[in-house]
């Protein structure tokens, strides 16, 4: 079965510290990953997908297919980035995606 | 300024009301989304639709009912509503999805409380 899997529900920071919020994922073939956002009171809203390679706000995600994990990562931590996170895959073969339940991301100054 | 917009910020009805969640987006996409976001469980797919008059049940269909009779809107309807259907609504669009390209845009969401 496809899912998605975020250990965890709460990641707190100081700014200026590293990030890593965790995402594991099975399927059966090549996945298309993705992370989306939700700041305070603002819509979710995509931040990145692995087929782009990007960095989009110092965050990066790197598919490891050995290990099913896509992380988000970003050297050091701002304060705005505390949002939720959440990491989604792309069903097989449809437009729909499943999301894991999300990380809160809380950096202090 | 693409968008996709919900009729209502905040919705509070009654056990056994007929309750109607209105999506429109100006993105002339063929897919529309219906999703509950609770805290612990993220983002559930309740239903999809990928065409005018076109839908498949998602992962939480029960209790729910959907209608697309136009490209730009999609509307959640709860026939009879429940307590445990309190919930945060999401809608979201998407172009069906070239490989790795279907971005979904969301709407602001629905705080529904059903008493």
């Known amino acids: 079965a496809q899912r998605v899997t975020q250990p965890e529900k709460l990641l707190s920071v100081f700014k200026g510290a590293p990030v890593e919020l965790k995402c594991n994922y099975s399927?059966?073939?090549?996945?298309?990953l993705f992370w989306y956002v939700q700041y305070s009171r603002q819509r979710l809203q995509l931040l990145l997908r692995?087929?782009s390679r990007e960095s989009i706000k110092g965050f990066t995600a790197d598919l490891n297919k050995g290990e099913t994990s896509f992380h988000l990562k970003k050297p050091f931590a701002q304060e705005e980035d505390s949002a939720m996170y959440y990491c989604?895959?792309?069903?097989?073969?449809?437009?729909?995606?499943?999301f894991g339940t999300g990380t809160r991301l809380q950096v202090f100054p | 300024d693409v968008k996709v917009t919900q009729s209502s910020r905040y919705l509070v009805k009654r056990t056994g009301e007929k309750v109607f969640l209105e999506c429109v987006q100006d993105m002339d996409h063929e897919n529309m989304f219906w999703y509950r976001q609770d805290p612990g469980l993220g983002l559930r797919l309740i239903y999809f639709s990928y065409d005018v008059k076109m839908k498949e049940k998602g992962d939480i269909p029960e209790g729910y009912s959907v209608s697309r009779e136009k490209k730009e809107r999609f509307s959640l309807i709860l026939e009879s509503a429940s307590t445990n259907q309190t919930s945060m609504y999401l809608c979201?669009?998407?172009?069906?999805?070239?490989?790795?390209?279907?971005?979904?845009?969301f709407g602001p969401g629905t705080r529904l409380t059903v008493l």
């Open positions: 989604a895959l792309s069903r097989l073969n449809t437009d729909k995606l499943i």
């Open positions: 979201a669009s998407s172009s069906p999805g070239t490989s790795g390209n279907n971005e979904q845009f």
């Open positions: 399927y059966s073939g090549s996945p298309e």
């Open positions: 692995h087929i």
